[in-house]
């Protein structure tokens, strides 16, 4: 049974507003998108909603570091949660900004999709060298960094090299996602995985956990897949089918759109509520969309599979590939059933 203290991160969209257009946004943002910026005291009220001990706002966008008054509004949400961190392409964030990162223990999840030949490819020319400079101001403000790649069949290549690259910049985490068929990500079939991809991408995600665990780089993982090639963390709870792992969506997570929707993930557009006109309690725990995640038999394709406590696929691959929320996860290569992606032709 799911209890509103097994929330324990909250992400808000506090920006759609971004300094580059990337070639895989899967929220479309892009320079001028500030139209669509939600307001300051709406998002205090959506902070005072998910107000609680143990609980951890990550703010993302867009680009957070194009709000003006992005200092003041994580001044806000600190007052309200145990801590808070920010997605960010690094690029907008100045020295007063690093100070306050810092000063405040802030981390920062700085976007890198790949060596420069992909990364500029998808987030525009120069960026790759741009957004490592950023990095390395960050590492030097005392800024804890993390490093975020999309995994995509341009970068599959080159995770190990990324891996080595976070560590020379003094990165303290380097966590990989598959690249989403959504937003702009939706208009490149091509560099989406297949199914051989993705067990060849969750291999090396176990290859550099095994290399990189007595070292001070930490190896994650976004991708519900990548948990199934690693060893059980604890033997006894996996037999007794407890959740270990995994996507978190609905049972320790949510996303929160600037305008108060409340979201399983940034990936499955199907409202759960909204956090500006209902309580945190209604939303979490008596969402309908959140408590199809909570029970193994609303898993049609997964409930039988021995991964199901440290996996259960990306729902929102599933939804997308066939409209079936609690379906077979397209990328998955432990199914049996339904179909999977191919090589494109």
């Not at 000063?103 to 790759?128: C, H, K, M, Q, T």
């Not at 409202?271 to 969309?289: K, T, Y």
């Not at 021995?306 to 990306?314: A, K, L």
Request: glycine share 8%.
């Amino acid at each position: 049974m799911v209890s509103l203290a097994d929330l324990t991160s909250v992400t808000v969209v506090v920006t759609r507003n971004c300094n580059l257009r990337c070639r895989w946004c899967f929220e479309d943002s892009a320079p001028g998108c500030d139209r669509q910026e939600p307001e300051f005291p709406s998002l205090v009220r959506i902070f005072e909603r998910v107000a609680g001990r143990g609980r951890h706002i990550t703010f993302t966008g867009g680009e957070p570091f194009a709000r003006a008054d992005i200092l003041e509004l994580l001044e806000a949400a600190r007052r309200h949660v145990d801590s808070v961190g920010v997605t960010t392409n690094g690029l907008l964030v100045d020295d007063d900004g690093a100070a306050f990162l810092a000063r405040n223990r802030i981390p920062a999840a700085v976007s890198l999709d790949g060596p420069p030949e992909v990364n500029d490819y998808v987030r525009g020319r120069g960026n790759f060298e741009r957004t490592v400079e950023a990095v390395r101001r960050l590492v030097a403000a005392g800024v804890a960094v993390n490093i975020q790649t999309v995994v995509s069949r341009r970068s599959l290549p080159f995770l190990a090299d990324m891996a080595r690259l976070a560590a020379s910049l003094g990165v303290r985490l380097i966590a990989f996602q598959r690249l989403m068929p959504f937003g702009r990500g939706a208009r490149s079939a091509g560099d989406l995985l297949t199914t051989e991809d993705a067990r060849r991408a969750a291999e090396e995600y176990a290859r550099l956990v095994a290399a990189h665990s007595h070292g001070p780089l930490r190896i994650k993982t976004k991708d519900p897949l990548h948990y199934t090639l690693l060893p059980p963390r604890d033997g006894a709870q996996l037999a007794a089918g407890a959740v270990t792992g995994g996507c978190r969506a609905g049972l320790s997570a949510l996303f929160v759109e600037g305008d108060g929707t409340a979201l399983a993930c940034p990936f499955i557009r199907v409202p759960a509520g909204n956090l500006l006109a209902q309580s945190l309690e209604q939303v979490w725990l008596e969402s309908r969309v959140l408590r199809a995640f909570r029970s193994r038999s609303n898993y049609v394709a997964c409930r039988d599979c021995t991964h199901w406590p440290r996996c259960r696929g990306c729902r929102a691959y599933a939804l997308e590939a066939a409209g079936d929320l609690m379906g077979t996860d397209p990328l998955c290569w432990h199914s049996l059933a339904g179909d999977r992606r191919r090589e494109p032709a």
